[in-house]
DNA sequence: AAGTAGATGTTCT
DNA sequence: GAACATCTACTTA
């Protein structure tokens, strides 16, 4: 089996929907340890959910400089969010990571999330950044050095995406923005 | 299976 | 103060 290419900056110089959509079957790690991308939502600055909606401030300015690197965030004061910069610089927009299947360093998920079942270790974008050990430590850093590794999915095995609205959100609620690997057991709920 | 409450910190009005 | 890109534990059926 060839070894898997690299995402670079290149890969997230789209919009967010786009980017959202080709990242599912990707690979993420966190020094060594992650899964294939199963669920992810867009967000852009014309989308009033989005963060970024309001232009760039302080917790939103790294979705404003270059694509390709981390923002994280704390969601309802417990949780750390992941998402990956997307487009140019000068507008806002990112990918949240909602969901993988875990592949690489389950013992160690196990460990952090104080779970056994493998289904639930990463299946939400609060359980998937416990389990990877992000904080806002790795907020801004590129997705194309250490701890991160992002590797693509392999060509010859095609990918089948499907979409539905997003979760947990209460504007802009139809836009059709979260992708998911179609049958796949590891989303964080059914489309 | 489905619904609810409560935990908690940051951002915004 | 309110809202919030969530999760868990607990209830009710």
Redesign the pocket.
């Known amino acids: 089996m060839p070894r898997a290419r690299t995402l670079r900056h290149k890969d997230f110089k789209a919009d967010a929907p786009a980017v959202a959509l080709a990242l599912i079957g990707a690979t993420l790690l966190v020094d060594g340890v992650g899964g294939v991308i199963v669920e992810t ?1 867009a ?1 852009d600055q014309h989308d009033p ?4 909606h ?1 232009g760039p ?4 300015r790294v ?1 404003f400089g270059p694509p390709g690197h981390a ?1 994280v ?7 750390w ?1 992941l ?1 990956f910069v997307c487009r140019e610089a000068g507008h806002g927009a ?3 990571i ?1 969901a993988l299947q875990p592949t690489h360093g389950i013992e160690l998920m196990r460990e952090r ?3 056994d079942n493998e289904r ?1 270790l990463c ?6 950044t ?1 389990a990877l050990g992000i904080t806002q430590a790795h907020y801004g850093l590129p997705l194309d050095a250490p701890p991160f590794r992002l590797l693509a999915a392999p060509a010859d095995t095609p990918v089948e995406v499907i979409s539905g609205p ?6 802009a609620i139809d836009l059709p923005w979260r992708f998911g690997l179609a049958g796949s057991r590891f989303v ?1 709920r059914r489309f």
């Open positions: 939502e967000y959910a989005s963060h970024c309001p401030t302080q917790r939103n979705m923002y965030y704390r969601s309802y004061g417990l949780h969010c998402n990112g990918v949240l909602r999330r104080g779970l639930l299946s939400g974008p609060g359980r998937l416990q997003r979760i947990g959100i209460s504007k964080s």
